[in-house]
């Protein structure tokens, strides 16, 4: 590789021409940032190397040298104002050493001029220093960038003047756009994964594309390979990341569908909530019989505390008239004139009236007692008794037996209903349990022993027939393989018959293609004779004439022979299905038959 050489020690005619591969590489950047941004002057032509055709080669970076009218306001303040800005703003954002200000730059002194255009050209080409006069170099370099409007020496000569300032001030300004847009460019195609949509694939094949053109151009081949050596690196390391990707995405699949298929063994979500609801179902209908019967046991002791009520007031009332009636008799004996005998006597009677009230207190604590335990015993009697019932109605509905209506009640209510409240023993159950129920329970059992006989002894008959049928099956099917052994043979034999006949057609052409070839080589042999040979192509013309008749007549024969056998072999074929297709009929409506009765 060339060192790269700097703008410091070119002269203006070398400016045009020289290449450069680190910072002019920049320079050659910002050139294409000028053309894409549309400005104006450029016309596609320059002169530069000839291509392989003869013709000049046309650089997209040609120029117009004609001398244009500048269109920017350069007279307007508010412009001049907002281009000073902007330049204040560059360079205070971009390291500028020295000191900048509106009013620096509303008057600027060549000095000042030259260190601001020098930091901006350094910007474009690190490398580049100002060697000669500034009024020379200058107006050269913003050619060399493509600044599409002259700047004229004697503008540099008096920079600060008002008449040449705004025209610099302006070309000062393009250059800090040119920079602006090339560094945000780079931002963005450092900062962006790729400028593709996110294929990095062709992201590096267009930037092989830039960097290559720009080596063709330049005519250095070597650098060309280099780049088609690296993109092929390229391109192989990220060859092996996507197989790598792809056995990993492999292995992801491989998972995937071992999960899927342990998911898929495993009872499915819904199959799970339909268990568990009908499992729910059945605990509902299992509470709600509870909580009917908890209903009918509250609503069986509201009645029975609505009773123990009334007969509390019941002997509230009598208490109350009782201690009325001490109470009258309390006034009559206070009213009475008793004496000591009296006095004696009611003492006695007191006392034996206590002992009698004591003795009957204890026996009502020992009867209460008694009738809790017995009310107790009573509960559990009856809830042992509305399990049994249950169990029954169970049994019952299983066996088809109630309702009244049901297929084996033969119009006896079965249907037990429990009063076990009920004060009167007979109308505890809604039947007679030992004059109807059980007689009619019995009646039906004997009727079901019946039945059960009967069908076991249509089973025994039924599986007599079964195994007589079994036999005339396995009889069936012995004559069915005779039938397909038969029937393998006729078609063996029809097939070894068609081999048979296609030998013979076989035979038969290759005679007739032997007389073709005889008969054309007696047609060569016959120029030499004319005479002779007619006669003998006559003859031989006959003897083939005869002999196409009686090949034809013949392959027609053997043609019509082999559709005869292909008939026959199509027929019996025929034959046999049917026959098979009728066994299997007559097998079937037999077994259906006997499966019947």
């Known amino acids: 590789m060339s060192r790269r050489q700097t703008l410091g020690g070119l002269s203006a005619s070398q400016l045009n021409t020289r290449t450069s591969t680190g910072g002019a590489q920049r320079v050659e950047n910002v050139k294409k940032r000028a053309s894409t941004t549309g400005i104006a002057g450029h016309n596609g032509a320059t002169p530069g190397r000839k291509t392989p055709g003869g013709s000049r080669r046309t650089s997209i970076f040609g120029w117009s040298q004609q001398s244009k009218l500048d ?61 000669g006069k500034m009024e020379e170099e200058v107006p050269q370099i913003f050619k060399k960038l493509k600044y599409p409007f002259p700047i004229s020496r004697s503008a540099l000569y008096a920079v600060g003047s008002p008449h040449s300032w705004p025209s610099l001030l302006a070309a000062l300004t393009w250059l800090v756009e040119l920079l602006n847009y090339e560094e945000r460019a780079e931002e963005i195609r450092e900062n962006s994964v790729d400028n593709f949509e996110c294929d990095t694939s062709s992201r590096d094949f267009f930037e092989f594309v830039d960097k290559s053109y720009k080596h063709f151009l330049a005519g ?9 050596d690296d993109l092929r690196a390229t391109f192989q390391e990220k060859d ?76 509230a009332e009598e208490l109350r008239k009782i201690e009325a009636e001490n109470k009258d008799l309390e006034e009559v004996v206070s009213n009475q004139s008793v004496n000591k005998e009296d006095v004696q006597r009611m003492a006695q009677q007191r006392s034996k009236l206590q002992d009698i009230l004591q003795s009957l207190t204890s026996q009502k604590d020992s009867l209460l007692d008694a009738a809790l335990e017995d009310e107790a015993k009573f509960e559990k009697k009856v809830e042992e008794l509305e399990s049994t019932t249950r169990q029954y109605h169970t049994t019952a509905d299983r066996l088809q037996v109630i309702p009244s ?37 019995i009646k039906l059992s004997e009727s079901y022993i019946k039945k059960t006989r009967s069908v076991a002894q249509e089973m025994l008959e039924l599986q007599e027939k079964l195994d007589a049928s079994e036999e005339a099956l396995s009889e069936k099917q012995e004559e069915i393989s005779l039938l397909e052994s038969q029937n393998n043979k006729l078609e063996e034999q029809t097939k070894q018959l068609k081999e ?67 008939e026959v072999l199509i027929g019996h074929k025929l034959h046999i299905q049917q026959t098979l297709k009728r066994i299997d009929e007559q097998t079937k409506n037999y077994v259906e038959d006997v499966m019947a009765s």
């Open 71 to 131: 269109p920017r306001p350069l007279t307007d303040k508010q412009y001049l104002n907002e281009c000073v800005r902007t330049l204040i703003t560059y360079l205070t954002t971009h390291g500028y050493d020295n000191p900048v200000s509106p009013k620096t730059l509303t008057h600027p002194t060549s000095k000042d001029f030259v260190h601001i255009v020098t930091f901006l050209f350094r910007k474009v080409d690190s490398s580049l220093k100002i060697v």
């Open 405 to 441: 209506t049901a297929k084996h009640a033969e119009g006896v209510n079965f249907e037990i209903k429990l009063n076990a409240r009920s004060d009167n023993p007979s109308e505890i159950f809604n039947v007679d349990m030992k004059n109807k129920l059980k007689p009619a329970l």
């Open 500 to 566: 048979t006949t296609d030998a013979d057609i076989a035979s038969k052409n290759a005679e007739i293609q032997r007389i073709k070839a005889d008969v054309h080589n007696l047609k060569e042999t016959a120029v030499k004779s004319l005479s002779e040979s007619e006669t003998q192509a006559h003859a031989l013309r006959t003897e083939y004439e005869e002999l196409c008749v009686t090949t034809t007549l013949e392959t027609e024969m053997v043609n019509k022979e082999l559709a005869a056998a292909l």
């Open 220 to 228: 250095n081949d070597e650098e060309c390979v280099l780049l088609e």
């Open 240 to 315: 092996k990341e996507r197989i790598a990707e792809v056995s990993r995405h492999e292995e992801e699949i491989h998972t995937f569908k071992s999960s899927i298929t342990e998911l898929t063994a495993r009872p499915t979500p819904l199959e799970t909530l339909q268990q568990k609801k009908s499992d729910l179902e059945s605990d509902i209908n299992k509470f709600e019989s509870l909580i009917f019967k908890l209903k009918e046991h509250r609503e069986a002791v509201e009645q029975k505390n609505k009773d123990r009520q009334e007969e509390l007031h019941a002997k």
